[in-house]
């Protein structure tokens, strides 16, 4: 799966929280790792895709893509926490199992 659909799938399935859509406390909500891997979320569409055309129209939302850097980073940040509290727990379930 491309990471523009793995983005796409954690955004689509996110826990909204504070006021509806996307706000500077919680971005586009909480994620919630188990919709994300079960919730059937229909792909991206061509068109909503980023395009390397020059855009003709202005944006409603010009200040945007200064945030999706950070969007992604914090995504990234806590892709890395889990994978590392699932390795914790892992560890935590083969010495107990050793020990018996």
């Given at each position: 799966m491309?990471?523009t659909?793995?983005?796409?799938?954690?955004?689509?399935?996110?826990?909204?929280?504070?006021?509806?859509g996307?706000?500077?406390?919680y971005?586009y909500?909480?994620?919630?790792?188990?919709?994300?891997l079960?919730?059937?979320?229909?792909?991206?569409?061509?068109?909503?895709?980023?395009?390397?055309a020059?855009?003709?129209?202005?944006?409603k939302?010009a200040?945007?893509?200064a945030?999706?850097?950070l969007?992604?980073?914090?995504?990234l940040?806590?892709?890395?926490g889990l994978?590392?509290?699932v390795?914790l727990?892992?560890?935590?379930?083969?010495?107990?199992?050793?020990r018996?």
């Amino acid at each position: 799966m491309p990471a523009t659909e793995v983005i796409h799938r954690l955004t689509a399935t996110a826990t909204d929280k504070g006021p509806k859509g996307r706000d500077d406390q919680y971005g586009y909500g909480v994620i919630n790792l188990v919709a994300a891997l079960t919730a059937d979320v229909p792909p991206l569409t061509p068109s909503a895709a980023p395009s390397t055309a020059p855009s003709t129209a202005p944006s409603k939302n010009a200040e945007a893509p200064a945030d999706e850097p950070l969007n992604l980073g914090i995504l990234l940040a806590g892709l890395a926490g889990l994978l590392i509290l699932v390795a914790l727990i892992a560890g935590a379930v083969i010495l107990a199992s050793r020990r018996r």
